[in-house]
């Protein structure tokens, strides 16, 4: 059974850190490349962050991350983690992982309907 399970949300600070992880089940990074979302109350859905972990490992940010936020994934444990660093209040949503069968554009904005498995979320929550 395929799964994705998400851990590392937390309230703190604005300027602070926290490590997202993305533990997958049933599947292999060599097969699927994650992607991180997150959704704030009363907004869409947006990407984040992903990795073409599923082929050449490269990695895409959204503007609003870009410097703050590094994916990186670890094959032997199967799991992908979020480095979030300097974080502000507008990053407060609930983050989901999400996995899409085979190779990702990373050239390009994360497209929800690329993908196949989604976590349950881990609730960020950044004070001022």
């Known amino acids: 059974e395929v799964q994705l399970v998400e851990s590392g949300g937390g309230l703190v600070q604005a300027g602070g850190s926290l490590r997202l992880s993305c533990a997958a089940y049933g599947f292999t990074l060599d097969e699927y490349s994650i992607g991180w979302f997150r959704q704030a109350p009363g907004k869409e859905r947006e990407g984040v962050s992903c990795?073409?972990?599923?082929?050449?490992?490269?990695?895409y940010y959204r503007d609003s991350v870009k410097g703050r936020f590094t994916i990186s994934s670890d094959n032997a444990k199967n799991t992908v983690y979020l480095q979030m660093n300097s974080l502000k209040p507008e990053d407060t949503a609930v983050y989901y992982c999400?996995?899409?069968?085979?190779?990702?554009?990373?050239?390009?904005?994360?497209?929800?309907?690329?993908?196949?498995?989604w976590g349950q979320g881990t609730q960020v929550t950044v004070s001022s």
């Open positions: 990795i073409n972990s599923a082929g050449d490992g490269s990695s």
């Open positions: 999400a996995a899409s069968r085979g190779q990702l554009y990373t050239d390009r904005p994360m497209g929800f309907w690329e993908y196949d498995y």
